[in-house]
């Protein structure tokens, strides 16, 4: 990302980043339904493994999925595509780019659980989410915390290099806006949670139209025409 953007374009990047995170929290509703973590997706689920070990230490209490990883990593390598269409590389277009993916990521999962039916605002606390079972401080877990102290401790290293706070008060601006973004959608949430349960009403599923015989689903994107095939062993 530029490290000194205009206010002009500061407000875009704002937008943009904020509607990014919001398609991601949507389509995430999609994808998974009210069964958050790919609960219920056909992923890959470790907890024992070096690597799962290592991940919920980053993110305690939680299973490392396929689902998860490629999800994390796509956002990461989009954030990145300026540094090969024209931006230089410096640590502080590096810091200013992993500050804001990182107040980015909570930004998704919070929109995740203020839109979906399943939560919204009076749902979303310690004790209703398997997988935040752990710390919370206030009315968020621990891993939305820690994702901020860490983004402001980035974005704060740009001092090394550049001699001043700009990058910091930047996105101390970008996270504040982003809250207040927030806090407009969680105002809109009614809305799409009525909208979500319109496109769901009991006979609207037009999946029979357009599937061939034999492969129609549940209307919930579930295929039962081949339940009772076993999968073949590996070799």
Known sequence: ???????????????????????????????????????????????????????GRILPGKPLTGYHLVMFMLPLWSFHIGFFGGVPWSWPAEATTLAAYLVWVATWDLLWFLLNPRYGWARFRKGEIWWHARTW?????????????????????????????????RHAGLTAAFAALTLLVNAGAPRYMRWHAHMRRPGSDERAVALPPGSQGDGNGTSHANENVRPRPLD
Not at 13 to 39: D, K, N, Q, S, T
């Open 1 to 55: 990302m530029i490290t000194n953007p205009s206010t002009a374009d500061l407000i875009l990047r704002v937008l943009f980043l904020f509607g990014y995170a919001l398609l991601f929290a949507l389509a995430e509703i999609e994808i998974e339904g009210e069964h958050g973590w790919a609960e219920r997706l056909p992923t890959w689920f470790r907890v024992n493994t070096p690597g799962a070990r290592l991940y």
């Open 137 to 169: 401080i206030g009315r968020f877990p621990i891993d939305y915390w820690g994702a901020l102290v860490v983004s402001f401790a980035v974005a704060a290293s740009a001092r090394l290099v550049t001699g001043d706070l700009g990058v910091l008060a």
